[in-house]
Structures are given as structure tokens and as C-alpha cells.
């Protein structure tokens, strides 16, 4: 069964420094791996994924996340906060689709970003 | 309107009470999901229908009951709920299986069970 683990439910940075939130996952296949973010009263949003192609992923807003299959980890970073960072992040698994169609994600607990001046 | 839009945006309802979330995307998606998310603790899959049929009931009681009328459109219908049942509500759409977990999101329902 896959699952996800993410270190820390609340990660608190200065505007500028770098941002490292981590996630650890389980998976008994390759698994495919992803990054939302969500913002005060809004649904999850997509910030990048990996699904077996390059192990550094790029996403949106200048984050970008590693693969490292033998720490079974996929920390996301960001070189310099801004403020528009705060909100929280969740770290999902997936071992490919569900027969009959669809996906099944599995998601950390989440890890709230506070950004400060 | 684009992406996936969820109404209402918030609940309030008696435990006696019925009622019913809306969600409706306009991506052209084949699959669409509820998931529940309460205050720390993972975000629970709850039901997932592609193709307008369910393919996955994860244990969900029966006084949640969703409907999928066609690949656009997903309610949530619900009935004498419980306290504990006070969570958001947020509903997803992805085209089938073909870009593994590219899940779009709803902005989601607030429910207040009272």
C-alpha cells in the first residue's frame, strides 16, 4: 500500500531564505509523485509531479522538487520565499490508475508554510 | 466558467437535515472525486466515478450518497450526518488514467453539521 510523510505540519521561513519541506513516501511499485499547494479558501492546486522522467521536476512558481529513490524521498524547495508562499502543501503518492478508470492519490497530513518578514 | 467549480460554498445543517453538494467541471475530464479534508488529518478519498460509474467506494457511509447524472456533473448527497461529518468537502476531475494523479480541484464546500 502507498503512503506519504510529511516532516514538520508547520515549516516557518524569512522572506528570502530558502524553503525545504519534506516528504517521505511507500510505495510497493514506482510510484508517481506530487506537489499541491493550497491557498486560504481554495482547492489544490497542482505545483509539479514527478512520473518517471527526470528525477529534478520544475513546477509553477519556482518551486521545484527532487526524487531520490533510495532515500524514498520528494522534498519540495524553493531557493527564496516571498510572501505569497504562505499556505499549505501537500505531498501525494499515486501507484497509477484505478481499474475501471480514474486515479487513487494518497496525501500527507499537509505542512503549513508561514512566511515572515 | 472554467475548471471545477463546487456549490455551496458553505453548509450549515442540522443532523436531521438533507442536503446536497454540486460540483460541476468544464475541463472535458472523464473522472471526477469527492474527497473529504478535516482539520490534520490526511485528505480521505471518498468516492471516484469515471465514466459516470463509480469505481471506488472507500468505505464512506451510507448517509453520504453520491450521483454522477453525466461526466460533467457530480453530487454529493447527504443525510441525518453527524457532528463529525463538519469538514470541507472538495471535489476533482482528471481525464481518465492518462497523466497519472493530475487531479484539478474544486475550491471546495464547507459543511457545519450542527
Known amino acids: 500500500a502507498q503512503s506519504v510523510t510529511q516532516l514538520g505540519s508547520h515549516v516557518s521561513v524569512s522572506e528570502g531564505a530558502l524553503v525545504l519541506l519534506r516528504c517521505n513516501y511507500s510505495?510497493?511499485?514506482?510510484?508517481?509523485l506530487f506537489w499541491y499547494v493550497q491557498y486560504p479558501n481554495q482547492g489544490l492546486q497542482l505545483l509539479l509531479k514527478?512520473?518517471?522522467?527526470?528525477?529534478l521536476v520544475k513546477g509553477i512558481n519556482g518551486f521545484e522538487a527532487e526524487f531520490k529513490k533510495s532515500e524514498t524521498s520528494f522534498h519540495l524547495t524553493k531557493p527564496s520565499a516571498h510572501m505569497s508562499d504562505a499556505a499549505e502543501y501537500f505531498c501525494a503518492v499515486s501507484e497509477g490508475g484505478l481499474t475501471g478508470g480514474g486515479n487513487k492519490l494518497t496525501f500527507g497530513t499537509g505542512t503549513q508554510l508561514k512566511v515572515e518578514l | 466558467e472554467t475548471g471545477v467549480t463546487q456549490t455551496p460554498r458553505h453548509l450549515v445543517m442540522g443532523m436531521t437535515n438533507k442536503k446536497s453538494l454540486k460540483c460541476e467541471q468544464h475541463l472535458g475530464h472523464n473522472a471526477m472525486y469527492w474527497y473529504k479534508q478535516s482539520a490534520k488529518k490526511p485528505l480521505e478519498l471518498m468516492f471516484v466515478?469515471?465514466?459516470?460509474?463509480?469505481?471506488e467506494n472507500n468505505s464512506v457511509p451510507s448517509r453520504f450518497s453520491p450521483e454522477c447524472p453525466n461526466s460533467s456533473h457530480l453530487f454529493l448527497h447527504l443525510h441525518t450526518l453527524q457532528p463529525e461529518d463538519s469538514a470541507l468537502y472538495l471535489c476533482?476531475?482528471?481525464?481518465?488514467?492518462?497523466?497519472?494523479?493530475?487531479?484539478?480541484f474544486g475550491e471546495g464546500s464547507r459543511l457545519t453539521v450542527l
Open positions: 476533482a476531475s482528471s481525464q481518465g488514467s492518462r497523466v497519472p494523479g493530475e487531479l484539478f
Open positions: 514527478y512520473t518517471s522522467a527526470a528525477t
Open positions: 466515478y469515471s465514466l459516470e460509474e463509480r469505481v
Open positions: 510505495s510497493s511499485v514506482p510510484p508517481y
